[in-house]
């Protein structure tokens, strides 16, 4: 389902796309709309009775059983890093995640324009393209390679500017791709080594969550709490920098 989502997008890039906003910046193209219809044919063929939270359609609760609404929810993201794709840029994915009871079970990101398949299943770890993923063993913050995003609504978050001019002076480096489900599936291969961003939605973060746990590593708010999915505000790592990079958060 992932990998016939990517190949619409694949098909689509490189030609006129039509593109439209549902803000000042935030966009949607042709592409996210036929791989989110793509998805949902296949979940409603499959699970009909399962709730769907998707990016560009919203929520819908599936067809109700005698005990009432569905206790499973597809969580999808059809394009994450839609902009990337609009202009061309090469850093976008397919996210898609299945949560029980308000748990993540199963999660996958499928990357086309490599052909990385990123998935997790609770309890029997992450792999990429079928091969057994672990997080990074950076311990020093200053030997880390981190991720961010921009939030769309930059501007109305004052403590972005700092939090990224903070982590630029203690990390060795630090990214922003333009895709959280990516960077937080790169965190879970070991490539980046942590990734903080506050402005997120569900459908961005939750297959990534999950690969991450899988795959030994760390995921909470900016207060080291438990990760809520529907809160904005996601700090994930290898576990090692964890406490590291809370202390740059709260400075």
């Known amino acids: 389902m992932a990998r016939d989502a990517g190949r619409i997008l694949l098909e689509r890039q490189g030609h006129a ?20 219809k793509l998805i949902i044919e296949r979940i409603r063929s499959y699970y009909p009775r399962h709730a769907i939270l998707a990016e560009e359609s919203g ?12 206790e499973w929810r597809w969580i999808i993201d059809p394009l994450d890093g839609t902009t990337n794709y609009a202009h061309g840029y090469p850093c976008f994915c397919v996210s898609i995640a299945v949560e029980r009871a308000g748990k993540i079970e199963v999660g996958v990101i499928y990357n086309p324009m ?22 990074s063993d950076i311990e020093d913050l200053n030997s880390a ?14 403590d972005f ?24 599936a790169n965190v879970a291969c070991g490539r980046f080594d942590g990734f ?43 576990g090692l920098v964890h406490q590291a990079m809370m202390r740059v958060l709260e400075n």
């Open 161 to 184: 500017a700092r939090h990224f001019t903070n982590f630029t002076m203690r990390a060795q480096a630090v990214r922003r791709d333009g895709s959280a489900a990516l960077d937080l």
């Open 59 to 70: 929520a819908s609760e599936g067809a109700l059983s005698a005990a009432g609404k569905s």
């Open 114 to 135: 490599l052909d990385e398949m990123f998935a997790a299943e609770r309890g029997q770890g992450a792999t990429l393209n079928d091969r057994t993923i672990r997080v």
């Open 196 to 238: 903080w961003e506050d402005g997120l939605n569900p459908w961005d973060i939750a297959a990534g969550v999950l690969l991450i746990e899988e795959a030994g590593g760390l995921v909470t708010d900016f207060n080291s709490g438990p990760l809520d999915i529907y809160t904005p505000k996601v700090l994930a790592s290898n």
């Open 17 to 36: 796309l039509q593109v439209s906003n549902k803000g000042d910046i935030d966009l949607v193209t042709e592409g996210d709309l036929a791989a989110e």
């Open 145 to 158: 390679m981190l991720c961010t995003g921009f939030p769309y609504d930059v501007r109305e978050r004052p």
